[in-house]
């Protein structure tokens, strides 16, 4: 199951340095995509504000 991020997320871009798939999208809040993701739970071990859960 792919990871989700949430409401929590400041953009701050360390999720996105640790995915080793490339899945997590800069915006306004990052954003995971579902069919690259490979449910590994780099993102959510390195996101400092807990945005980042299990989808």
């Keep these: 199951m792919a990871y989700v991020i949430n409401d929590n997320c400041v953009a701050c871009g360390t999720c ?7 899945a997590i999208s800069e915006g306004d ?10 449910s590994c739970g780099s993102c959510a071990e390195a996101c400092p504000n807990e945005a980042i859960t299990e989808g």
């Design 29 to 38: 809040i990052y954003s995971i995509d579902p069919d690259v993701c490979i």
């Design 16 to 22: 996105q340095s640790v995915c080793p798939t490339g």
